[in-house]
């Protein structure tokens, strides 16, 4: 017995197979549980894994600027993106990222080392390019959890699936 489609096609990416990517970077993430830092011996300076940490965290604190950005440029785009920027603002906390961005969605929060770019005219545009700038950070960081200590590992497995969750939210029409 054959059941029949759905009369309404959906186009991306389903939440089904999202879910199921989350758990295949979570068991990648186990794997490296019993890994060290990086065996470098003590004092000469920062651990691979420091360095990861705090790249994963300027990561975070950008992207966070670049919403802020966003809404800041298109207004009606808060009710959406304000959630999605607070979720990014706790990744860079919970990488250890110290700066703490104004509670408004300004794009002159911290001061980063590379400003965010240009917000496009068109909302869609600068939703895409949201899209594309968390499609990116979540692919780094789902190849960086590889080398990665245990727990660091696992930060960043969970912090990629949620990026990938954030892209379907922001493609989603």
Known sequence: ??????PRARS????????????AALLAAGCSAGSGDSGAPAGSGP?????????AARDSRELAARYGAVVAAHPKLAGRLDP???????????????ARPSPSA???????????????AKEKDALAGLAAAEREIAGRREKELLDAP??????????????AAHVYLLTEV
Do not use: I, N
Request: charged share 20%; proline share 11%.
């Open 150 to 163: 245990g727990e660091l590992a696992r930060l960043l497995a969970s912090v990629a699936a949620a990026g």
């Open 84 to 98: 999605l920027r607070a979720e990014v603002v706790r990744h860079a906390e919970a990488f250890g990222d110290t």
């Open 106 to 120: 300004s794009a002159s929060a911290p001061a980063s080392p590379s400003p965010a770019p240009a917000v496009p």
């Open 47 to 55: 651990s691979a894994a420091d360095r990861a940490r705090a790249r």
């Open 12 to 23: 991306g990416p389903r939440r089904r197979s999202l879910l199921a990517a989350a758990p």
């Open 1 to 6: 017995m054959s059941f029949p489609l759905s």
